[in-house]
């Protein structure tokens, strides 16, 4: 029997900001199953921050519906909206840790905010979410003096401090070098198979790209946008067999910083 997605988009219009009304993408019906991973393709402002940012609740679509967990976003008041949203982690592509905050505070931030808790209390969560992303040094140093790796790991282990259910990624791998590209294709595959930072559930991926090649060993499903649509891909196999100019393009990208 197949399980109802978590999330679902029917005939959505997706703009490019929460603050415009000109559709960028149209007609978009998208089912997120439980335990899928997702790597949807674009090239620069095709979208893709707008797609994973409307799938999330956290922008409305111009026309069709979102349903999160089941539920009609549109038929929602805010704090149902805001308690579901805890159950989705999300970093953003290009934002910044608060620089005045260390790197401690920005990780459990999340954590103090909708748990009302302090810094002590969210203490020890912290020191373990800052280990397993390798931040244990650098807990007391501010923002700025960590480089563009580094702070992509603060956005990840701050969007994982809640548990949640689903992990939306704009982007996280780009400027990245080999060394930290591996590093996050192998701590993604785990939070897949069920990391004990979810409490051991297989935890529901969508990441978006510019460059599909290093997603082919973990991505389960890839989709692309191109001329302001949704594209379908498939599987690994179908990627590599996709005879669309713009996803052979992304294939055969490398990251930049």
């Known amino acids: 029997m197949n399980e109802p997605p978590v999330i679902q988009l029917i005939d959505a219009d997706i703009t ?10 149209k007609g978009i019906n998208w089912r997120i199953q439980p335990r899928d991973f997702w790597v949807v393709g674009g090239m620069h402002v095709s979208g893709k921050t707008g797609v994973l940012a409307t799938a999330a609740g956290l922008a409305p679509p111009v026309r069709g519906k979102c349903f999160l967990f089941g ?4 038929e929602m008041v805010e704090t149902e909206v805001v308690a579901l949203r805890q159950k989705i982690g999300f970093l953003f592509s290009g934002i910044r840790p608060f620089s005045d905050l260390t790197v401690a505070e920005n990780v459990s ?7 009302n808790q302090g810094l002590p209390e969210s203490d020890g969560r912290t020191r373990h979410m800052l280990d397993l992303m390798e ?5 007391h140093l501010s923002e700025s003096q960590v480089g563009h790796p580094w702070r992509q790991r603060i956005g990840l282990a701050r969007a994982l401090m809640l548990r949640p259910e689903i992990l939306m990624l704009d982007n996280p791998l780009a400027g990245l070098d080999p060394r930290h590209v591996a590093w996050w294709v192998e701590f993604l595959r785990q939070l897949a198979a ?10 529901t991926i ?3 790209t510019e460059n599909f090649s290093a997603w082919l060993g973990i991505g389960k499903q890839f989709a692309l946008l191109h001329q302001n649509q949704w594209c379908f891909i498939g599987g690994p196999q179908d990627l590599l067999n996709c005879r669309d100019p713009i996803a052979s393009e992304l294939l055969v990208r490398t990251n930049t910083a």
């Open 16 to 25: 490019a900001s929460a603050r415009g009304d000109t559709p960028l993408l």
């Open 71 to 74: 539920r009609d976003l549109a």
């Open 109 to 115: 931030l999340p954590w103090r905010y909708h748990q």
């Open 135 to 139: 931040l244990g040094t650098y807990a």
């Open 194 to 203: 069920g990391h004990e930072v979810a409490g051991g559930r297989p935890m």
């Open 206 to 208: 969508i990441a978006s």
